[in-house]
């Protein structure tokens, strides 16, 4: 390798090096802020948050707390983690992978310890198998 | 004569890749109607139901979307040191290549996402991450045809595919590192694969096709980049033209048939990405086709 070379090399890792290092610091930033969303017991640690801009809660759907009454929507939406809950008002369409004891996003705002959400979004897991077994 | 100077050398690689490119054809053919033929018969998944056949042209889609950013900055890094032509011109044809395969990742993703999610696009981690891949894969592009003159252009882009390698990582463990929507790695997860055996098998076999055509995708459009000088060798790279392009017509026409009973949202996928293929060797056979024919006015692709 002739000197151009090796100094060309240098160049290159010293600037990946600051990107990796720059990378790092944004990860670890971003932590909570680059997140889709938040959790019930987010919520809960944050009565502050929610309130006034609108932001995505992802939760499960509990079990049996499904209720329609007229145009809205309401249930129970559980930290699978730790059981927090949080009741969930909406009104539209859901997608037809809204399950109950599956997991959604709903997007809204809180509001007297109610989630109102204007947005309801399916999110399903990783795993795939046929309907059968 | 040693193995490297097939690739290294324009004139030989122009002779080399030909032959190569159809090789890779008949392999994706064979792959494509393999998978075709069992995703017409797979059972329905039990939560997505039918839908979930997506996976079979997304994920490779995905996969190779970073695996063409692997092999551009992998090249750049080897153009940055020693200069070396040839690893311009195949980081350059990685991506023209990856940023299509980019765009056809995002697209069935966002075909995929309507039904089971109920939104085309979210801005969570991996679909952000996976749109800034597209951007580099543009800013590469753009500063390798702009900036004068030639040779700087080339070297400024090769380090920005090079310093750009980063996000790579990135959109692997962004379903990791934070709360997204997209669900988490089905493939590579740490407790073995999620897919029922019966669905695997297919997907890697539909990984070994969509592979093969973005092979030929890369080495029509690097013999499209090679310096004019070069091309004044056995004209090869029409006749491969015409085979992949023959060949894609026949998997499409096959395709159609074999997923009419398949969901809407399946087949729309197939269609969009087959003919996203068929345009793009349409257009750079075209080119070379053109630049064959008037040598003379083919000026513009030489060093300055």
């Given amino acids: ?60 759907v509990q079990p049996n707390s499904l209720r329609i009454q007229g145009s809205e929507l309401t249930f129970k939406a559980v930290d699978h983690e730790n059981n927090t809950t949080i009741d969930v008002v909406f009104t539209g369409v859901l997608p037809s992978m809204f399950k109950e004891g599956k997991l959604m996003l709903a997007e ?26 | 004569m040693q193995w490297h100077k097939h690739i290294l050398v324009p004139a030989h690689f122009q002779q080399f890749a030909g032959k190569l490119a159809n090789i890779a054809m008949m392999l994706a053919l064979l792959a ?68 299509v395969i980019t765009v056809l990742a995002i697209i069935t993703g966002a075909i995929w996402a309507k039904p089971t999610w109920g939104a085309w696009w979210v801005w969570d981690a991996r679909l952000t991450s996976e749109c800034i891949l597209m951007l580099l894969y543009l800013s590469y592009i753009s500063l390798r045809s702009t900036l004068k003159p030639r040779r700087y252009a080339q070297n400024m882009a090769a380090l920005i595919a090079f310093l750009g390698l980063i996000d790579v990582p990135i959109v692997h463990y962004s379903v990791e590192w934070w709360y997204t929507l997209h669900q988490g790695s089905s493939l590579l997860s740490y407790t073995g694969t999620k897919i029922a055996w019966i669905m695997l098998a297919p997907l890697l076999v539909s990984s070994v096709a969509f592979a093969s055509l973005t092979a030929v995708m890369v080495i029509h459009t690097a013999l499209l980049l090679l310096p004019s000088a070069d091309k004044r060798i056995a004209p090869l790279a029409p006749i491969s033209g015409i085979y992949a392009l023959v060949g894609l017509l026949l998997l499409w026409a096959l395709g159609t048939g074999l997923l009419a009973s398949c969901d809407h949202y399946v087949q729309v996928c197939y269609q969009v990405v087959l003919w996203t293929m068929i345009l793009y060797t349409y257009c750079i056979n075209r080119l070379i086709r053109s630049q064959h024919s008037g040598s003379e006015n083919s000026h513009e692709l030489e060093p300055v």
């Fill in chain 1, 1 to 60: 390798m002739s000197l151009s070379q090796y100094k060309r090399l240098q160049v290159l890792l010293a600037s990946f090096g600051l990107m990796v290092l720059a990378t790092v610091l944004l990860v670890y930033g971003l932590k909570q802020h680059a997140s889709a969303f938040v959790t019930p017991s987010y919520l809960a640690e944050h009565p502050q948050s929610c309130l006034h801009s609108r932001c995505r809660l992802g939760a499960m």
């Fill in chain 1, 108 to 133: 809204g705002h809180r509001q007297n310890g109610v989630f109102f959400a204007t947005t309801i979004l399916a999110k399903h897991d990783e795993n795939y198998k046929p309907k059968s077994i």
């Fill in chain 2, 32 to 99: 494509m109607l393999s998978m075709l033929q069992s995703i017409a018969v797979l059972p329905d998944d039990h939560q997505q139901g039918q839908v979930y056949k997506i996976i079979y042209m997304h994920v490779p889609l995905a996969i190779l979307s970073l695996c063409c950013y692997l092999l551009m900055g992998l090249c750049s890094s080897v153009y940055w040191i020693w200069q070396v032509k040839m690893a311009d011109i195949i980081a350059a044809a990685s991506a023209y290549v990856g940023v």
